[in-house]
C-alpha cells in the first residue's frame, strides 16, 4: 500500500475483534515503530505491552480508579480553549455521537472504552525515563505516529489512549514500572470489527490555511 493511501485509510478503531494479536506481531509493530526518527537517536521511547488477562486485569484497574476520582477524559489545556479549539472538540462529537448506541453519552463512552482500550487484545504503555525533559516527548510522539500507521499496514487498528497518563500510579504499580518513568500515552492495538457502527466515524481535519502560514 502507499504511505499516502495509508495516511488518507487510517483513523482510530474504537471497537476491537476478539482476536488476539501474535506476540510476533506485536514485536514487528515496536520494530517499525522504533524506526523512527529520535533527537541524537537517544530513542527515549519504551513500551510495556499488556495482553490477554492482564489487559482485562489492567482495565479492571483503570475503571475502578476512573469512576472513584472521576476522571474525564479532555484536551489537558492549561487555560480555557480559543473557540476554534472548541469547535474542532464539538465536530469530533458530532462526528462520532451519531453511531453510538441511542442514549449513549460521549464522554461516558470515550472515558469507559478508553479504559477498557475499546475492548483491544493489546494495550502498548509508551513511558520516558524522567530524566528527559518534556521536548523528548515530541519522540514519543514520533513513534506512536509511526506505530498507527505501521499497525494500519499491518491489518491491524490502533487507538492512542491519552487518558490512561491520569492513572500513572496505577499502572507503574500494577507493571512494576519503575518509579522514575512516566506514563506518556498508550496504544489499544487489535484487529479492528469492521462492522461495528462506531468504527465507521471518521473525524475531519481543519483546512491547511487554518493550521499553517507561508512566508
Ligand atoms: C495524544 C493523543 C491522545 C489521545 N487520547 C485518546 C483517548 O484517551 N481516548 C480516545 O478515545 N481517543 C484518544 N485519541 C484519539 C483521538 O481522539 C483521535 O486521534 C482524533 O479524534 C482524530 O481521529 P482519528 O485518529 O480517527 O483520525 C488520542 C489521540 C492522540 C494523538
Not at 117 to 135: E, L, N, R, W
Not at 156 to 168: D, H, N, Q
Not at 171 to 180: D, Q, S, T, W
Amino acid at each position: 500500500m502507499e504511505l499516502e493511501e495509508i495516511i488518507n485509510a487510517r483513523h482510530s478503531t474504537r471497537a476491537f475483534l476478539d482476536r488476539p494479536v501474535p506476540r510476533e506481531t506485536v514485536e514487528k509493530l515496536l520494530m517499525l515503530s522504533t524506526r523512527g526518527p529520535s533527537a541524537i537517536n537517544l530513542q527515549p521511547w519504551e513500551f510495556t505491552v499488556v495482553m490477554g488477562e492482564e489487559r482485562l486485569r489492567l482495565s479492571r484497574i483503570l475503571v475502578k480508579s476512573m469512576r472513584e476520582r472521576n476522571i474525564s477524559c479532555g484536551p489537558g489545556a492549561v487555560r480555557p480553549l480559543q473557540e476554534y479549539f472548541m469547535e474542532r472538540q464539538r465536530r469530533l462529537l458530532d462526528c462520532i455521537q451519531p453511531y453510538l448506541e441511542q442514549g449513549t453519552p460521549f464522554q461516558d463512552f470515550i472515558n469507559e472504552g478508553s479504559c477498557n482500550f475499546y475492548g483491544a487484545p493489546a494495550a502498548i504503555i509508551v513511558t520516558i525515563d524522567q530524566v528527559f525533559s518534556k521536548s523528548r516527548l515530541v519522540d514519543l510522539g514520533i513513534a506512536v505516529g509511526y506505530m498507527v500507521l505501521a499497525a494500519h499496514n499491518m491489518g491491524l487498528g490502533t487507538c492512542p489512549i491519552g487518558l490512561i497518563s491520569a492513572f500513572a500510579d496505577e499502572i507503574k504499580n500494577m507493571l512494576n514500572i519503575a518509579e522514575e518513568k512516566d506514563v506518556v500515552i498508550g496504544v489499544a492495538v487489535g484487529y479492528a470489527d469492521t462492522d461495528s457502527p462506531v468504527n465507521q466515524a471518521v473525524s475531519e481535519r481543519a483546512p491547511i490555511d487554518e493550521v499553517a502560514r507561508f512566508y
